[in-house]
């Protein structure tokens, strides 16, 4: 699966969603890199990581295209990319408001 730090959400194919019983909730219009809109099938999924269940939304693609790993579910697993390194590293949320 590659990791798609300019993909919003994760996408996984249809073949793969069929089988975890992930079911299209809505279609959700859907811009590519090369600026193409396309319809895809959005629903949500639960991941597991070090013990941490989490609920992520996710768009279900045609087989033929590879999965995605979007910025929503890195941010929602509380992860980054290190881009010297490449890998996924832990990360903190951030609060930018002032607090008083």
Avoid at 58 to 65: F, K, N, R, S, Y
Wanted: glycine residues 8%.
């Amino acid at each position: 699966m590659l990791v798609d730090t300019g993909a919003t959400v994760t996408k996984i194919p249809e073949s793969i969603a069929n089988r975890l019983g992930i079911l299209p909730a809505h279609q959700a219009e859907v811009q590519l890199a090369d600026g193409r809109v396309v319809v895809r099938g959005e629903s949500e999924a639960q991941v597991e990581l070090d013990g941490r269940r989490r609920t992520i939304p996710v768009l279900i693609g045609p087989d033929q295209e590879e999965p995605l790993l979007g910025l929503t579910t890195l941010e929602i697993l509380k992860l980054k990319v290190n881009p010297v390194t490449q890998r996924l590293e832990p990360a903190k949320w951030i609060e930018y408001s002032l607090t008083h």
